[in-house]
């Protein structure tokens, strides 16, 4: 894996992408001589058209990655990659429309991005067919050891065995005199030099799964191990790495204090974060006050009681704020309480329905974003009830509230939606992901994944 922008990049994805883009700015070319011989003219050298090329490429990949062409379900499945293919083109296409229109001469005419259109299609989708057979094969898998033989190891097991994973197990070693719950793992004792072991299997990574840590750490062995160039992992940040959360039936609160993490340059990154907030915000609010004005009066004649909802809500450093949203509930809806949603709730109204779907409902908090209680990307703030419960019931959760709520984030985009304890676990393990890796491009990349979830309704509730 390569670590981008402290977000780890499996490397047939990196490869892919590089792929994309060489072939993307092919594409834009290939369209221009084609459109230049068709009417006749001279096409000139490449380099005179190199930043209508590059913008072709950069927004066309952009919405590439924003619809989800580089998820693990369009690596697995030809059918879902040329889908969300056609639909990432299309976007691009209107995008660069849009940058011709304000920008003219920063992008290929509208003529060549017919062409460019077709052939850019044809070839991602040839490069994914031949590729197709290696993405998956070890050529593009990390080689990793795994010192245990227990449960623990059984969960890497079954990660590795995924069609998406990045790495490959290619040998277990069993640590302690216990019965192994892997039948293939040898026992250490029967291996002389385990350095020697690890030299011939080729290994890359040897990754720590040992069940009882204590007085039964092997330093020796990881020591000669280390010095040979071999990378050594322990459990919770492999697991952290593979999965893009922080596992809690593993993670103690010493991982969290010594592991790489909560970065101090968070000032300069949280300035820039609260300009784009504003900036945003308030181009959002402009965009769309038509629409959410429509909505209300809609709200407002479907049923009874005010067309904007606002609730409680718990925010950076556990501050109690309100949030403003469109009403897609009864106003009697939590009459007897506070109570978690449910699917096909019966207290949404119909208008309530469509708005939650489409996500309307959810614009009104760019106002709750412009006056600072929210960012656009962060942890759900939750209600003050359900908060004081959870932190009860689940390990660390008061350490989500040390970054900003969002309206989008981590555990949205990569968790469906849900409303119980064990569903609050979950994305609490992406949410401490997201307060520990946090960066400006992991901003970036759940705001362009956010879009794949609204296109395909992934999480709506």
């Known amino acids: 894996m390569i670590r981008l922008f402290k977000l780890y990049i499996p490397n047939a994805v990196l490869l892919l992408a590089l792929l994309d883009f060489v072939l ?10 084609l459109r230049a011989q068709q009417i006749g003219i001279d096409a000139g050298q490449i380099y005179s058209r190199k930043t209508p090329l590059l913008v072709f490429a950069v927004l066309v990949q952009t919405a590439m990655i924003a619809v989800g062409v580089y998820g693990s379900d369009a690596l697995r499945s030809m059918r879902y990659a040329t889908a969300r ?15 011709y229109f304000l920008l003219p001469g920063h992008t290929l ?7 460019a259109m077709f052939i850019a299609m044809a070839l991602l989708v040839l490069i994914r067919l031949m590729l197709g057979g290696l993405l998956g094969s070890a050529a593009f898998r990390r080689r990793v050891l795994v010192l245990g033989a227990g449960r623990r190891a059984l969960r890497l097991k079954t990660l590795g ?22 039948e293939e793992a040898i026992n250490r004792k029967a291996l002389h030099n385990l350095t020697r072991h690890v030299e ?58 010594f592991s790489d993490g909560f970065s101090s340059g968070r000032m300069i990154s949280s300035a820039v974060k609260r300009v784009f907030d504003v900036c945003a915000s308030l181009l959002l609010l402009t965009l769309t ?9 809609l709200v407002k004649l479907d049923s009874r009681g005010p067309a904007f909802f606002r609730q409680t809500r718990v925010g950076l450093y556990g501050e109690n704020f309100k949030l403003i949203k469109l009403r897609s509930m009864r106003t009697d809806a939590e009459a007897n309480g506070a109570q978690w949603a449910a699917k096909e709730d019966p207290r949404v109204t119909r208008i309530g329905r469509l708005i939650r779907k489409l996500r309307i409902d959810e614009l009104p908090q760019a106002w709750t974003v412009l006056r600072g209680d929210m960012s656009f990307v962060g942890p759900r703030p939750e209600r003050p009830e359900f908060v004081a419960d959870l932190e009860e019931h689940l390990p ?24 119980s304890i064990e569903d609050s676990r979950h994305k609490l393990e992406y949410d401490l992901y997201y307060a520990k890796n946090y960066s400006p491009f992991l901003d970036l990349l759940i705001l362009l994944q956010t879009l794949r979830v609204v296109l395909w309704n992934e999480g709506a509730r």
């Open 24 to 33: 993307l700015v092919t594409a834009g070319e290939l369209g221009f001589l």
């Open 85 to 99: 293919l056609l639909v990432a083109i299309s976007l691009g296409i209107i995008a660069l429309s849009v940058v």
């Open 109 to 115: 005419w509208r003529s060549n991005l017919f062409y």
């Open 161 to 182: 065995e995924r069609p998406e994973a990045g790495f490959m197990i290619v040998g277990y070693v069993g640590m302690s005199d216990n019965p192994p719950v892997i």
């Open 200 to 257: 011939n299997l080729g290994v890359s990574e040897v990754v720590l799964a040992l069940e009882e840590r204590r007085n039964a750490l092997p330093l020796k062995d990881l020591l000669r191990i280390k010095t040979t160039g071999v990378h050594v992992s322990d459990f919770s940040t492999f697991l952290e790495r593979e999965t893009g959360r922080v596992d809690l039936d593993t993670v103690n609160p010493s991982w969290l204090i």
């Open 289 to 297: 006050a038509p629409v959410i004005v429509l909505f209300a009066l």
């Open 396 to 419: 660390f959760y008061a350490e989500r509230h040390m970054v900003k709520p969002g309206i989008t984030g981590w555990a949205q985009i990569n968790y469906p939606y849900g409303a």
